[in-house]
Nanobody, 126 residues
Framework: QLVETGGGLVQPGGSLRLSCSASEDTDSRNAMGWFRQFPGKEREFVAAIGASGRSTRYSGSVEGRFTISRENTKDTIYLQMNGLKPEDTAVYYC?????????????????????WGQGTQVTVSS
């Protein structure tokens, strides 16, 4: 089980940090990622990080503004979001792959992820 925290309301240009913690019954030593979903739309890729933390991937719309990181000792990943825009408003989901190579590249398709959190709302508005 994955649990996201850190969502909320922020003004344009502001920052938020999302956290995602894995429960003991979830093997978090896999590549993990963040996805978001807009109302009436399919879930879309935001950022992902490899099992070791060495590899990261970002969507073009967030690269340079968002940073994904992980603390394997805490079974937790983070998404630092800076320079937030109203179009970043969405429900953000954390996800984990299974069977990831330790130094492998994380995937960007939601179909490649096995575990999902319940989602946390991020609203960017003045």
């Amino acid at each position: 089980q994955l649990v996201e925290t850190g969502g909320g309301l922020v003004q344009p240009g502001g920052s938020l940090r999302l956290s995602c913690s894995a429960s003991e019954d979830t093997d978090s030593r896999n590549a993990m990622g963040w996805f978001r979903q807009f109302p009436g739309k399919e879930r879309e890729f935001v950022a992902a990080i490899g099992a070791s933390g060495r590899s990261t991937r970002y969507s073009g719309s967030v690269e340079g503004r968002f940073t994904i990181s992980r603390e394997n000792t805490k079974d937790t990943i983070y998404l630092q979001m800076n320079g937030l825009k109203p179009e970043d408003t969405a429900v953000y989901y954390c996800a984990a792959e299974t069977g990831s190579p330790w130094f492998g590249e994380p995937k960007t398709s939601p179909d490649e992820y096995h575990y999902w959190g319940q989602g946390t709302q991020v609203t960017v508005s003045s």
